[in-house]
């Protein structure tokens, strides 16, 4: 079974803090994606990469950066936490090139800023 | 830019079959998926259209039309813990993926 894990189920963080969500998965994927989750928008892409030490800006990256050093491992950083990124995280992998295939989503983080 | 629609809310009936709709506008289409996501849990995938037609996956088939922007899921046999939210989503040509908003279904007796 492939499995997706991330650091946390829920985190609480000031403003002004510096997150860092983590995100690990064991199927030697190519593709990881962070999205978050918000009553009525729906899953938005924040940031993916479709290769160690590559990124690609999704649709909404703005307040937010990743690292992807090892291939298992995508990292998604809030540099400055505020009240407005206050949502569930989700981290998702795939296999497929030169398309993403199905994706397989860890559990989330939920993350509340204060 | 992208657009993806579907109903917010549905309610359906134990054992009756049911059709829940996307309609989308996308720079670019390289494919469309659902998934299911139940109350606290992560989405897992259901299907995945890329040509026109109908899949077929045991209770689950879904449809895809690209001339037309339009999916659809059809869940048959509902079963009580169908009850979640079925989510739309396109990926573009440029690798990205654009999910709806999601639609709640809820199944009763």
Known sequence: ?114 | GQNIDQPTEMTATEGAIVQINCTYQTSGFNGLFWYQQHAGEAPTFLSYNVLDGLEEKGRFSSFLSRSKGYSYLLLKELQMKDSASYLCAVLNTGNQFYFGTGTSLTVIP
């Open chain 1, 1 to 114: 079974d492939v499995k997706v894990t991330q650091s946390s189920r829920y985190l609480v963080k000031r403003t002004g803090e510096k997150v860092f969500l983590e995100c690990v998965q064991d199927m030697d994927h190519e593709n990881m994606f962070w999205y978050r989750q918000d009553p009525g928008l729906g899953l938005r892409l924040i940031y993916f990469s479709y290769d160690v030490k590559m990124k690609e800006k999704g649709d909404i990256p703005e307040g937010y950066s990743v690292s992807r050093e090892k291939k298992e491992r995508f990292s998604l950083i809030l540099e400055s936490a505020s009240t407005n990124q206050t949502s569930m995280y989700l981290c998702a992998s795939s296999s497929g090139t030169p398309a993403p295939y199905e994706q397989y989503f860890g559990p989330g983080t939920r993350l509340t800023v204060t």
